[in-house]
């Protein structure tokens, strides 16, 4: 009787054991499409965090390239202006000095015939003339 007992308890220790382990079995199961769910999810998060953070990056690219472009056209224009204003001013140099040259060469010519007009004893605007 008692190896009847004996086995009777052996078998039911083989039974609850098997049940636990295909409780276990289970458990395991769940726990590893959990994770497996898990882990896709997270995965669709990073790829759409790196998939935002590329296109703040193109545009950030973008708004650079558009100040550049910018400043770009500022600074030719500033060119275009500096060089209007130096091509005026030479311009104005360019008469003054025309004007204070011819005012030079008449009173060069003057004092020509200045000279020749009292070596000759005759006007100044006779010298002139000659």
Do not use: H, P, W, Y
């Amino acid at each position: 009787m008692r190896k009847v007992a004996i086995i009777a308890a052996a078998l039911a220790a083989g039974l609850v054991v098997s049940a636990c382990s295909e409780k276990t079995q289970d458990n395991a199961e769940q726990a590893a499409d959990s994770a497996g769910n898990d882990l896709e999810n997270a995965a669709d998060d990073l790829g759409n965090a790196a998939e935002n953070g590329a296109d703040k990056a193109g545009d950030a690219a973008a708004d650079v390239g558009n100040s550049l472009e910018q400043a770009a056209d500022n600074a030719g224009a500033a060119v275009d202006k500096a060089a209007d204003k130096a091509a005026a001013a030479a311009g104005t140099a360019a008469e003054k000095a025309s004007a204070a040259a011819d005012k030079v060469g008449e009173r060069a010519e003057n004092a020509r015939a200045g000279l020749e007009a009292g070596a000759q004893n005759e006007s100044v605007d006779k010298a002139k003339q000659d």
